[in-house]
């Protein structure tokens, strides 16, 4: 986007845009952007709050006025970080704690499994999927991403890199994840869910744990990946002052 | 997916430019999805 943002301006229309990973901006140096600390798939924060998008917009396309760039502006009303305390459970499907790797890994499958109808309902009501980037079913992103973790040899198909594989078999996870827990009684915000993934279920575990062994990786494509799309900046905050 | 080499960019972004400006349009918010 920040390279995107470079050419339109050189060819003479004028530009502005979300930052979501300030390190990739700051190194790009386009022309206007805004950086927000939201996670990765909202450049626009809290989803459901047109007031609160609106001053995201807002402040996105108020950099137009400046004179000229680069600007890269932190909003000052940027969502309160993750360690704001949690209230009441988000999903009626609920998960221990503090296990060792091995126990994890199992627990985050039979998860996967236990949130199926959750999803299903999620799926039925949107009338659509929100999983299926990594053109696999959710049981065989998740048994990659448990695989990555134990260690084993990860082998990407024709046309995707490992990079690539990893990073979709992610998201597709952690999609499958928060539409599930959406669909839950009681209608939970999004900080509601993002604590309840962070905090409370195996997924989030073994993303952390998927977090700490890319950035490790020999390969520099996944050590950037674990660097910037694994785990949002505000859980790895609170995680380093746990 | 974040591993698009910046230089190929170049060519799609000016000719989209182009198209924009024909349509008058003067400036875009782009935003990562």
């Given at each position: 986007v920040g390279a995107l943002g470079g050419y339109l301006e050189a060819a003479g229309v004028a530009t502005t845009q979300i930052s979501l990973i300030r390190e990739h901006t700051e190194a790009i140096s386009p022309p206007r952007a805004l950086w927000v600390s939201?996670?990765?798939?909202?450049?626009?924060?809290?989803?459901?709050?047109a007031r609160f998008q609106e001053r995201v917009l807002r402040a996105a396309l108020g950099l137009l006025e400046a004179p000229q760039g680069p600007v890269l502006q932190d909003p000052e009303d940027a969502p309160a970080a993750m360690s704001d305390v949690a209230e009441?459970?988000?999903?009626?499907v609920s998960f221990a704690h503090e296990l060792d790797e091995a126990d994890l890994r199992a627990l985050f499958v039979r998860e996967v499994e236990a949130l199926g109808p959750w999803y299903g309902l999620a799926r039925n009501r949107r009338g659509r999927s929100a999983v299926g980037l990594s053109a696999g079913s959710i049981d065989e992103s998740a048994a990659l991403v448990a695989a990555f973790v134990k260690g084993e040899h990860v082998s990407p198909p024709e046309g995707l890199t490992l990079c690539q594989t990893l990073k979709l078999a992610c998201e597709d996870v952690r999609a499958y994840y928060y539409r599930a827990a959406a669909?839950?009684?009681?209608?939970?915000?999004a900080k509601a869910i993002d604590q309840w993934f962070w905090r409370e279920t195996a997924a989030g575990g073994v993303f952390l744990a998927f977090q700490k062994l890319s950035a490790a990786s020999d390969e520099q494509s996944v050590r950037r990946l674990a660097a910037t799309s694994i785990v949002p900046r505000s859980v790895l905050h609170d995680q380093a002052k746990a | 997916m974040g591993t698009t080499q910046v230089k190929e960019l170049e060519r799609t972004a000016t000719e989209f430019a182009g198209l924009l400006k024909k349509d008058g349009v003067d400036a875009v918010l782009l935003t990562p999805v």
């Open positions: 939201f996670m990765l798939g909202r450049p626009f924060g809290v989803p459901n709050d009441g459970q988000v999903c009626p669909a839950r009684p009681g209608d939970p915000d | -």
